[in-house]
């Protein structure tokens, strides 16, 4: 029964190890595999961010540009309502 502590130390740092891995694991797909899921993971458990579902931002425009296959970029303009409309008029 002596051994008793010994063994459960060792379970203890094995299972540290093991969260030690797969939280650096974790750490470099969200911070250079492009893995989104990895980063909103990490930031949610790491630096407190929330999922309540509430914006706080207004919603910014987007720009989306294309490349050209002479390698020149070209800017796609967002359509607003009034050209939707006609658009779907049309």
């Known amino acids: 029964m002596e051994r008793l502590p010994d063994v459960k130390d060792a ?5 540290a190890r093991k969260i030690e891995a ?4 974790l750490f470099q797909k969200a911070t250079s595999g492009g893995n989104v899921v990895a980063a909103i993971f990490f930031l ?3 630096a407190g961010w929330k999922d309540d579902g509430s914006s706080h ?3 910014q425009p987007l720009t989306i540009n294309l490349v050209q296959p ?3 970029t ?8 009034k050209a939707r409309a006609v658009a779907e008029a049309e």
């Open 11 to 15: 379970v203890k740092r094995g299972k």
């Open 22 to 25: 797969v939280a650096e694991s």
């Open 44 to 46: 949610k458990a790491q």
């Open 57 to 59: 931002e207004e919603p």
């Open 70 to 72: 002479d390698g020149t």
């Open 74 to 81: 070209r800017e796609l303009q967002p359509i607003d309502d």
